[in-house]
């Protein structure tokens, strides 16, 4: 499980993050969405999590290990990845080739090959490693993006390079993953494929997902639990049905007067 314990962070006078005590992955692969208005604290809790900021008090728990001193990638190692609201990916490389790239970094952290090894093979991008291309072919299934495969990533639409960037996550073989609005940017027309194609993933992959989303739409189809985020601290956390019965949490989000 991945906990927060009393998380405190803030900027000059603005308090970001107010005592913030959440879980996540209750159950093997949760889906989890963060809701709540601009300014309440969502990118600073997942920038908590992951070690790209660090708290003034509290503490990240993760499988029962403190980490709230760990850098990023020590995280990554032990299974807590996370994809950022913009998208990154190497924009002038084909599909295969991120991918590809992503499956041999997390080699090398794990060992699995010598730097050396690992060095040559991001600048070679060889096909030689079966198992590798088996990885990457694999994901390029789960992900939809088969048919791209050799596609320079800047020309791809824009679902399709969420989703790339999603699934280089995926390469880092996460047991979290934490999305940051994977929606952004994208069509009204594509955001319902590229939720449910990382939500499939997740499920054929027992990911813990905790995802910031800004749709309510999406929340309330394809979320285990919620929780509400306000001015920095816990709203509150349910079911999506809370999105429909708290009414102080619909006047915060949609403007609702009931």
């Known amino acids: ?44 809790l997942i920038n908590l999590l992951t070690g790209l900021l660090e708290p003034d008090e509290g503490e990240v728990i993760l499988d029962g290990e403190e980490i709230t001193a760990m850098r990023p990638d020590e995280r990554v190692h032990k299974g807590l990845v996370r994809s950022f609201q913009v998208v990154k990916v190497f924009e002038e490389m084909t599909v295969r080739e991120n991918i590809r790239t992503a499956i041999l970094i997390k080699e090398q952290m794990t060992g699995g090959w010598t730097p050396r090894g690992a060095l040559s093979g991001l ?15 694999d994901l390029l299934t789960q992900f939809r993006l088969e048919d791209a495969e050799h596609t320079i990533a800047e020309e791809l639409p824009h679902g399709d390079r969420k989703l790339l960037d999603v699934a280089m996550s995926f390469a880092l073989e996460p047991n979290y993953l934490l ?14 494929y590229v939720i449910e194609t ?43 049905s809370m999105l429909e019965t708290d009414q102080k949490l619909r006047r915060l989000l949609l403007g609702v007067e009931e």
């Open 179 to 192: 999305l940051d609005e994977p929606t952004s940017g994208v069509s009204s027309q594509e955001t319902d």
């Open 198 to 240: 990382i939500v499939e993933v997740s499920e054929q992959q027992n990911v813990t997902t905790v995802t910031i989303e800004h749709d309510m739409d999406l929340v309330k189809g394809y979320a285990d639990r919620v929780i509400a985020l306000h001015q920095g601290s816990v709203h509150g956390e349910g079911p999506p």
């Open 123 to 137: 600048f070679s991008l060889s096909d030689e490693h079966e198992e590798v291309e088996s990885k990457i072919d």
């Open 1 to 44: 499980m991945l906990e927060a314990n009393g998380l405190q962070k803030s900027f000059g006078n603005i308090t970001a993050t107010d005592d913030v005590s959440v879980e996540f992955g209750r159950e093997e692969g949760e889906l989890v969405f963060i809701v709540g208005p601009n300014g309440a604290g969502k990118s600073t």
